[in-house]
């Protein structure tokens, strides 16, 4: 077993973040860095270390932090032992992304059927009625518009239910995104070995076909019916948002790019990508740098 101090520091930190997921304000924190000493762990340690450095830290947490605190750690050890295993088959970023993103997406989708049929808990109808709830108290308040009735409420928890597969999609891609970028460096600061970085933001290309994608799906967008459950439906309503963000990704890799071109201050694209990811219009830019070569314009001779 590997004694040295990072490894029982690392499993320290995996126990902190445990228990300190019943703190408020620091349960988000807690959730967005979960993954990453147990990635760390795994990633500088043989297999049988791991299990031996983990197997205080689950029992700990289930003594003081009770038996959900240990489900949620259980939760985020698959998609940390897929990571570090990537890293030491020194797989590209994109790869460890993609593959760590499905196996998150995975156990989210896993997650909703577990608790639908052997809890019996529907977490969608525990959504409803939630909304339902609220809407009455603000009715009742006076705080919504006098024309709102159950009908306008119905819609928004359609729209919420269909809505939830791109939810997952961007929360597995984000959370992994976040890992990534800190785990590959505080591996190689463990001992660990090099993993291959992100490609630089002004060099994000996507593919054309994706642009022919995004217009098909516009297209059918406007006829389509937007209460039907039908899976056509229920897939133009997250494919569309979905795309959307994918080609702000782009806008912002653009102005990484055009920020290189004029010698501008780093700052500048950072502070750009905020409007860029808030407001969705402004992912049109990205679809135009996707279909046009308009970089050219301003490559410098």
């Known amino acids: 077993m590997k004694t040295g101090l990072k490894p029982v520091l690392w499993s320290l930190a995996a126990l902190l973040l445990l228990l300190s997921l019943v703190l408020p304000l620091f349960n988000l924190i807690s959730l967005l860095l979960m993954m990453v000493p147990l990635v760390v762990l795994y990633t500088t340690l043989p297999p049988k270390s791991f299990a031996l450095h983990m197997i205080p830290v689950w029992v700990l947490a289930f003594?003081?932090?009770?038996?959900?605190?240990?489900?949620?750690?259980?939760?985020?050890?698959?998609?940390?032992?897929?990571?570090?295993?990537?890293?030491?088959?020194?797989?590209?970023?994109?790869?460890?992304?993609r593959t760590v993103g499905?196996?998150?997406?995975?156990?989210?989708?896993?997650?909703?059927?577990?608790?639908?049929?052997?809890?019996?808990?529907?977490?969608?109808?525990?959504?409803?009625?939630?909304?339902?709830t609220?809407?009455?108290?603000?009715?009742?308040?006076?705080?919504?518009?006098?024309?709102?009735?159950?009908?306008?409420?119905?819609?928004?928890?359609?729209?919420?239910?269909?809505?939830?597969?791109?939810?997952?999609?961007?929360?597995?891609?984000?959370?992994?995104?976040?890992?990534?970028?800190?785990?590959?460096?505080?591996?190689?600061?463990?001992?660990?070995p090099e993993t291959p970085r992100f490609a630089r933001a002004r060099d994000w290309r996507l593919p054309r076909l994706l642009v022919?994608?995004?217009?098909?799906?516009?297209?059918?967008?406007?006829?389509?019916s937007t209460t039907s459950d039908s899976f056509f439906a229920v897939a133009l309503l997250n494919l569309i948002p979905l795309l959307s963000y994918v080609f702000?990704?782009?806008a912002i890799g653009f102005f990484f790019f055009l920020a290189h071109q004029r010698g501008w201050n780093k700052a500048v694209p950072v502070l750009i990508a905020i409007p860029v990811l808030i407001f969705p219009p402004l992912s049109l830019i990205g679809v135009l740098d996707t279909a046009f070569p308009i970089r050219k314009s301003f490559t410098k001779p």
């Open 102 to 132: 499905v196996v998150f997406l995975a156990q989210l989708m896993l997650e909703l059927l577990i608790f639908e049929m052997f809890l019996d808990i529907s977490l969608l109808k525990e959504m409803g009625s939630f909304v339902r």
């Open 212 to 224: 022919v994608i995004y217009l098909i799906a516009y297209v059918m967008e406007m006829f389509s």
């Open 248 to 250: 702000a990704f782009q």
């Open 63 to 97: 003594v003081i932090g009770g038996p959900a605190t240990l489900i949620i750690g259980l939760f985020f050890l698959i998609p940390s032992i897929v990571m570090g295993h990537l890293y030491m088959k020194q797989a590209s970023a994109s790869r460890v992304i």
């Open 134 to 192: 609220m809407f009455d108290d603000l009715m009742t308040k006076g705080l919504v518009p006098a024309d709102w009735n159950s009908d306008f409420t119905e819609v928004i928890i359609h729209t919420m239910i269909n809505s939830i597969p791109v939810a997952f999609i961007m929360m597995a891609f984000g959370y992994t995104v976040i890992t990534q970028f800190l785990a590959r460096r505080l591996v190689k600061w463990s001992g660990g």
